[in-house]
C-alpha cells in the first residue's frame, strides 16, 4: 500500500486555541495522523477535554495566555527544552470583535492586536529560535476570510485576519533558506463557540443571509483542520508564503 502523504510520525506540533473549536479539531485530526501535539489555549480544563480525545501518547497540556506575548519567547523555549525541538506550529488562538467602528475602544484593539497579531509575530519570533525549530518546519496562521472580504462591523478583527497574510509572506520569504513554510488558512464561517456567539449577538434575519452566501453553507472545524493538516504535512511541501481560502465558495462570488 502506498505510504499515506499526509503522514505526520515524527512531527511535534504546538497547536495553539486547542482548548475549543478549530483548534481542538486540528489537534485531534494531527494525532490521528501520528504527530505528538502540544495543547495550549486558557482554559486547562477544556485542554484537557481535547487531550483525552487524542490518538497516540506522548502528548501535552500547556496552558498559556496570549494576550501576554511578552511572555511568549521564554515559554516556548522552556516547553523546546521539556518536549524536544517542534516542527510545526498551527496557531489558532484568537478573538472576534463585532463592533462598528465608532464603538470600537482602544481598549478592545489592543487586545484583539495583541492576541491576534502580535502573539502571532512573537510566537513565530520564538518558534524560529533553532533551539525550538531548527527546521525543516512549517507554521500555520489562522486568518480568515475578514482578512480579505469587507463586511460591516468588522475592521478591527479584519486588520488583525489581514495582518497575518502579510506577516506570513514575509516569514515565507525569509524562512525558505532553513526549509521553514510558513501559511494561512483563511476559513469563512465555521460552526464554532466564536460562530456561536456572533450568532447569538446578530438579528436572526442578518445570520440566515449570511449563511446563504455560503453557496455550500457554515463549516464545521473539521473542514479547516483538514485544509491546517494539508499544509503542514509532506502535501504542502512546496508551498509557503500562501493563503488557503477555506469558506464553502464565501468568497468566489
Ligand atoms: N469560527 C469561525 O467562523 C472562524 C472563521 C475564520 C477564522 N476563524 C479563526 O480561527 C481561530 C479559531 O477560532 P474558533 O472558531 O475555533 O474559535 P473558538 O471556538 O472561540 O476558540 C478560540 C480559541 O482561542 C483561544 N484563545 C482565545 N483567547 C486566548 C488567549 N488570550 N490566550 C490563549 N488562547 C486564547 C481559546 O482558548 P481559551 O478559551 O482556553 O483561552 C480557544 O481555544 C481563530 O483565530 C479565529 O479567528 C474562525
Redesign the pocket.
Known amino acids: 500500500m502506498a505510504a499515506n502523504p499526509m503522514d505526520l510520525g515524527g512531527a511535534t506540533v504546538l497547536v495553539?486555541?486547542?482548548?475549543?473549536?478549530?483548534?481542538?479539531d486540528t489537534a485531534v485530526l494531527l494525532s490521528s495522523l501520528n504527530a505528538r501535539v502540544v495543547l495550549?489555549?486558557?482554559?486547562r480544563d477544556?485542554?484537557q477535554e481535547t487531550f483525552v480525545r487524542l490518538e497516540g501518547d506522548g502528548h501535552r497540556v500547556e496552558?498559556?495566555?496570549?494576550?501576554?506575548p511578552e511572555e511568549i519567547h521564554d515559554w516556548l523555549r522552556a516547553l523546546a527544552t521539556n518536549v524536544g525541538q517542534f516542527t510545526g506550529l498551527v496557531?489558532?488562538?484568537?478573538?472576534?470583535q463585532v463592533s462598528p467602528i465608532k464603538f470600537v475602544r482602544l481598549k478592545d484593539a489592543d487586545e484583539v492586536l495583541?492576541?491576534?497579531v502580535v502573539?502571532s509575530i512573537m510566537l513565530a519570533r520564538a518558534f524560529t529560535q533553532k533551539a525550538c525549530c531548527a527546521g525543516p518546519g512549517s507554521m500555520v496562521l489562522?486568518?480568515?476570510?475578514?482578512g480579505l472580504v469587507g463586511a460591516p462591523s468588522m475592521s478591527l478583527?479584519g486588520a488583525s485576519?489581514a495582518a497575518l497574510i502579510g506577516l506570513a509572506k514575509s516569514l515565507a520569504m525569509e524562512l525558505a533558506p532553513r526549509r521553514i513554510r510558513v501559511n494561512c488558512?483563511?476559513?469563512?464561517?465555521?460552526?464554532?463557540?466564536?460562530?456561536a456567539?456572533?450568532r447569538e449577538l446578530a438579528p436572526q434575519s442578518e445570520f440566515q443571509a449570511l449563511e446563504r452566501a455560503h453557496p455550500l453553507g457554515?463549516?464545521a472545524?473539521r473542514d479547516?483542520a483538514n485544509a491546517v493538516a494539508f499544509l503542514l504535512a509532506d502535501t504542502g511541501r512546496w508551498i509557503t508564503g500562501s493563503t488557503l481560502t477555506v469558506d464553502g465558495g464565501y468568497s468566489a462570488q
Open positions: 495553539t486555541g486547542a482548548s475549543s473549536g478549530i483548534g481542538r495550549s489555549g486558557r482554559d477544556r485542554l496552558p498559556f495566555d496570549f494576550n501576554r496557531h489558532a488562538a484568537g478573538i472576534e495583541r492576541v491576534n502573539s489562522l486568518s480568515s476570510v475578514r478583527y485576519k488558512v483563511a476559513a469563512a464561517c465555521v460552526e464554532t463557540e466564536m460562530l456567539r456572533s457554515f463549516g472545524a479547516v
